[in-house]
């Protein structure tokens, strides 16, 4: 008889399965306790039990790793923005990385060379293994070696990424700092994967470091510094941008050979291809000069009508955005319109002034810390034509107006986190990767919910046409200055939730020293007194006198106070709607046993 069948011909008698019941139980018992020792004493398996319990906690929960983290709305010269915030789980965290656009998919690369397909703004790891940098090899070393030099393995590390179209299905290119185990030197290497015709998505490409093509390496291949840092790969730029017809610019920065920080200047030597721009065929893997006299290169762009612009950090001061054309020299290091770190002038240099060579056309003092920059092109009316610049020190987007080749104005968007990066993805969204391995997504809101509800509320007080009129008018009086937004205007507080807040409380940085020694609530009485004569009511003030009609003026603190009431109500339900979604998660967590 087959064991199967004999298993099923076993019967067991009533006492048989009590006993069986019993001896579970029993170990089930000691099973539970043997786990609580175990975590508590934290032996061997203690993480590893933990570890999966949270695991699968969230894949119940739906707490991934991956989430939206902020969501506002940023008020801009022209344009609101919406903004939404997502964090990317970075292996390796730190500064660097890049994005760039493979027809309708987005995709983002680490300053390790992780490769990330972005999906439904949500990050997809892809089976996409970039080339071998070194990185490995140049970190043993850096851990073996005591002796004249200084190393920083984490400089070894991908600078950019880019999708370069082609007559079939085209190539990712990406650029990096390569060290040479070999030969004991580092160069930037260009390296591209060809996307296999037919390819309709590329989380279907699978690649390992051996299936990548190096394109080019910039020669000389460099020794390792024994002044600063043996090598210092924050100064390699490595930027590129699609030339068209199978070509890439790349800025080449001059990784601190400066003749100060090492012990020879290259950007201006024609026998290296360090601190230059260079024009590299992807075909057949050669490259040109097309500029020298460059420090680092954070930015290239091919704007539509074929100009060139990069963006390069000076040392101490004086960043710099560049007309880049054919033979131009700029000048690095014999001219600089920034210092040295100590704050004496650059040796050699024209102390504070950038007058023998190209100059550039717009410059940062002091310096922004710029990154890379892009030419907008179908976000908006009023930007497209504009240079986009993602900084890291002012942790901003800079909106340049570009007018005959001047900077008619630049425009600081504020986003509160370093800039590594800015794409215009081909759905119309602006991307940004920032330094705290945050996705920012930012995208046109043409709402206008707070000047809808304005609207409301005067409609709502019944008021005479000409009264209604009169106050209309006297709202957009103020906002000439301030914002009934909760956000703010940059010159004045904003009058959001202004009824019945304490004077001179929100975080508006430039109220008068006379409105900051007040007490007290805005209420309905304050309010009319002060818009009635602001010097009066706080002498010392900055507030002009409005010179509005005593019945407008009743009118507008009656606006005020309504919509006031209606924020805090607003806010009351929302908080409540959280503390509730609260409450059902620690319910939810209590229940789980795993």
Not at 7 to 24: F, K, M
Not at 209 to 232: F, H
Not at 284 to 313: C, M, P
């Amino acid at each position: 008889m087959p064991i199967r069948d004999r298993i099923r011909s076993v019967r067991l008698s009533p006492l048989t399965i009590a006993i069986l019941l019993v001896v579970a139980i029993g170990l089930s018992g000691l099973a539970f306790l043997a786990g609580f020792e175990v975590s508590q004493r934290d032996v061997f398996p203690a993480r590893l039990i933990v570890e999966l319990k949270t695991a699968v906690k969230k894949l119940v929960s739906g707490d991934v790793e991956v989430a939206v983290v902020e969501r506002r709305r940023l008020e801009t010269a022209t344009l609101n923005l919406d903004l939404v915030k997502v964090r990317v789980p970075i292996d390796d965290p730190g500064a660097g990385g890049a994005l760039t656009s493979v027809g309708p998919e987005l995709l983002l690369m680490s300053r390790f060379g992780d490769l990330f397909l972005i999906r439904d703004d949500l990050p997809v790891r892809l089976d996409i293994e970039l080339p071998d940098n070194g990185f490995e090899a140049y970190a043993a070393l850096a851990e073996q070696e005591a002796g004249e030099f200084t190393h920083n393995p984490d400089s070894i590390r991908f600078n950019d990424v880019l999708f370069a179209p082609g007559d079939e299905a085209g190539a990712l290119v990406v650029s990096y700092t390569e060290w040479h185990p070999d030969d004991a030197c580092y160069t930037t290497t260009v390296a591209q994967l060809p996307v296999p015709p037919g390819t309709t998505a590329i989380d279907t490409v699978t690649a390992t470091a051996s299936d990548w093509q190096v394109v080019y390496r910039t020669s000389p291949c460099l020794p390792l510094k024994s002044m600063m840092r043996a090598i210092e790969g924050h100064m390699a730029g490595g930027r590129m941008a699609f030339a068209g017809d199978g070509r890439v610019y790349l800025g080449s920065g001059d990784y601190h050979w400066d003749g100060v920080y090492a012990p020879e200047a290259l950007a201006q030597r024609e026998d290296n291809d360090y601190g230059k721009v260079l024009l590299v065929d992807l075909r057949t893997g050669t490259a040109s000069h097309v500029s020298r006299g460059q420090r680092n290169l954070q930015g290239v762009t091919l704007a539509s009508d074929g100009r060139l612009w990069t963006t390069e950090h000076g040392p101490r001061g004086g960043d710099e955005l560049n007309l880049v054309e054919q033979g131009g020299n700029y000048g690095w290091p014999l001219a600089t319109l920034g210092t040295r770190y100590n704050r004496l002038p650059w040796p050699g240099a024209d102390y504070g002034r950038h007058t023998a060579f190209r100059g550039p056309v717009y410059a940062w003092v002091p310096s922004i810390g710029v990154s890379n920059l892009l030419e907008v092109r179908g976000f908006d009316p009023s930007w497209d034509g504009d240079l986009l610049v993602a900084s890291l020190r002012g942790q901003s987007l800079f909106r340049l107006r570009l007018v005959d080749d001047h900077v008619q104005f630049a425009e600081q968007i504020v986003i509160g986190e370093r800039i590594r990066y800015v794409q215009e993805h081909t759905d119309g969204r602006l991307v940004l990767w920032t330094d705290s391995e945050h996705l920012v997504f930012l995208s046109r809101d043409d709402s206008t919910p707070t000047a809808a509800y304005i609207e409301q509320t005067i409609d709502a007080m019944a008021l005479t046409p000409p009264r209604a009129t009169q106050l209309r008018e006297a709202v957009m009086a103020c906002q000439e200055c301030h914002s009934f937004d909760q956000a703010g205007a940059d010159g004045a507080p904003t009058l959001a939730s202004v009824h019945g807040r304490p004077i001179a409380a929100t975080d508006f940085a430039f109220y008068s020293a006379a409105l900051r020694a007040q007490r007290g609530d805005w209420d309905s009485k304050r309010l009319e007194a002060y818009l009635a004569d602001p010097q009066a009511a706080v002498p010392g003030t900055s507030m002009p006198r409005p010179n509005l009609p005593e019945q407008t003026l009743t009118d507008l603190v009656e606006l005020l106070e309504a919509l006031s009431a209606a924020e805090k109500k607003a806010a009351a339900v929302a908080e409540q709607k959280d503390a509730s979604q609260e409450a059902s998660g620690r319910r939810g967590d209590d229940s789980e046993e795993l």
